[in-house]
């Protein structure tokens, strides 16, 4: 909706242009050189933000040099799982974990929550000698974190988010059941819910989950079965080293207790894979012995990943594209009308990922693939097709809150993609904005006013930005060097009906210049002379569109 109102007020600018440069024609002025439309290089540069993984990258800085608890609890199993099947033979062996800057760590990493940060140490500190079987609290309890963990897990094992999909569920309470018995809080958890446990991981289909759930419930003592998930197993296992992701072919053989020559052969690439789970599960996978598999498990080649010298591990440095960025990508070539010209590693990324039927995607990603090809115009087969299905039948919390907030905005994201109808929600912003008398909003209320009026729901966008000034503050916006908040202040102001002075347009190209990618000037950045990123090109050509 707003970019076609956009479109409308650039359409007629464009013809008084034409009709302007006619007239000096005919008038014998001669010629008038009219500058290239924005974007014209942009599909070409995406190359700049290409991930390892033929995905879009959030940005073109480089990061994950630092350490963090995810590569730490696994690039550590990894590293112990090499120097036990390599007899101990070699130099040094793995550093010993320092408790102080893991704690440090624990407390910081915030991009997790404390139960799944606790998970993350105690996974660290798997193997640690018996007098440090207490390490885990120890850390925790550093970090300030250890009571908070024990009570999410406990809450999460009695009652799962019910937004989380099922197999999300089961891998979160088998990696919750694993932490409290790491904490020495195993027998606080219920029979009962144990025993829905064994159940769920009985129905489940998918290796991981299934195979974190049976080694949970093993280390309290409660056998589970993985029947759905080991069934046709031979025939999935045999179908060629497509037919399953690296991951799930690990977790399978693992569940079946046997590596075929097959497997062998599928896996042993993976070994240099960029994610440190990954690695590590197929290195477990690759130690297992049957039908006369590849060579001794010490003789695979040595861990790619390093364990530093105070125990923890940094973050991979491939830099991989996710769903997300890609999706901003797309709406950035969209607004800039260069949708046909989608880089090919782009297009062939979303196509094997909406074609391969051997390694479902999660849901949520499946979702966001489904919206990046419908914004492409692109085939991506049937796990976009299935995208595409669940969306539609997906349903609108009745209100927002800030605990709903995340799967509020993505299903309104969804809805507004797909055409779908607005849909009943209460929203409200935060006390103190939108008062009138030009009140700002924040970032995050401007998110929440742009999404609704993508999504149709244009009453409701129009009440929460009553009073507000929503030009001075993208002005004000760009002025100060955020063109994230000023792009969705604009879009704010037309999903309103409110008037853009023609001056703010003409002005538009010059404020944004230093916004540009020194290096790939069709590329935008989040603030003045920073790198690009997906994110903030997407916000410059939606206001260039």
Not at 299 to 320: H, I, N, T, Y
Not at 508 to 533: T, V, W
Request: hydrophobic residues 40%; contains cysteine.
């Amino acid at each position: 909706m707003r970019v076609d109102r956009r479109r409308r007020v650039f359409l007629a600018l464009g013809a008084v242009t034409v009709a302007a440069a006619l007239s000096a024609s005919v008038l014998g002025g001669g010629p008038v050189e009219r500058p290239a439309p924005p974007g014209g290089e942009l599909a070409g540069q995406l190359d700049a933000l290409r991930g390892a993984n033929d995905l879009v990258r959030a940005t073109r800085a480089d990061v994950g040099r630092d350490p963090a608890l995810y590569p730490t609890a696994y690039g550590r199993l990894e590293a112990a799982l090499a120097e036990r099947h390599r007899g101990g033979e070699g130099p040094g062996g793995v550093p010993e974990l320092r408790l102080g800057p893991l704690a440090e760590l624990a407390r910081t990493d915030a991009l997790d929550t404390p139960a799944w940060r606790a998970h993350y140490v105690c996974l660290s500190l798997t193997g640690a000698e018996p007098d440090d079987s207490r390490s885990a609290a120890t850390v925790l309890d550093r970090a300030g974190l250890r009571e908070r963990a024990a009570h999410e897990a406990l809450g999460y094992l009695g009652t799962p988010d019910e937004e989380d999909d099922s197999l999300t569920s089961l891998a979160t309470r088998a990696a919750f059941l694993q932490t409290l018995t790491c904490l020495g809080q195993g027998d606080d958890v219920s029979r009962a819910t144990l025993n829905t446990l064994v159940a769920d991981t009985a129905r489940a289909e998918r290796a991981v989950p299934v195979l974190y759930a049976v080694e949970a419930l093993r280390g309290v003592g409660v056998r589970a079965w993985a029947h759905r998930a080991l069934r046709d197993a031979d025939v999935r296992l045999a179908a060629g080293c497509t037919g399953l992701d690296p991951i799930q072919r690990a977790a399978l053989t693992l569940l079946r207790h046997r590596l075929t020559r097959q497997t062998y052969a599928c896996l042993l690439p993976y070994l240099a894979d960029s994610d440190t789970q990954t690695r590590w599960l197929v290195r477990r996978a690759l130690t297992l012995g049957g039908d006369g598999a590849g060579g001794a498990a010490g003789s695979l080649p040595e861990p790619v990943g390093r364990v530093r010298s105070d125990g923890l591990v940094a973050k991979s440095p491939a830099q991989l594209g996710t769903l997300t960025a890609t999706y901003n990508a797309a709406r950035a070539l969209t607004a800039a009308a260069q949708q046909e010209h989608t880089p090919y590693w782009l297009e062939r990324r979303l196509t094997r990922m909406g074609s391969d039927t051997g390694s479902a995607l999660d849901p949520s990603d499946r979702l966001l693939l489904a919206m990046t090809c419908h914004r492409l115009a692109l085939s991506c087969g049937p796990q976009a097709e299935k995208g595409t299905a669940e969306a539609a039948r997906l349903e609108v919390p009745a209100r927002l809150t800030t605990e709903n907030e995340r799967r509020w905005y993505g299903v309104m994201s969804a809805r507004a993609e797909f055409g779908l109808a607005c849909g009943r929600t209460a929203v409200e912003l935060p006390d103190g904005e939108g008062k009138g008398d030009g009140a700002r909003l924040s970032s995050r209320s401007l998110r929440i006013v742009t999404v609704l009026a993508d999504a149709g729901c244009t009453a409701s966008a129009e009440r929460l930005t009553e009073g507000t000034d929503l030009v001075a503050q993208a002005r004000k916006s760009l002025r100060e060097g955020d063109l994230v908040t000023a792009s969705d202040a604009v879009q704010a102001a037309l999903a309103s009906d409110r008037s853009i002075p023609q001056e703010l347009w003409d002005d538009l190209p010059g404020l944004l210049r230093r916004h540009r990618d020194r290096k790939f000037p069709d590329l935008y950045a989040a603030s003045p002379g920073g790198r690009a990123s997906a994110e903030a090109t997407r916000a410059a050509y939606y206001l260039l569109a």
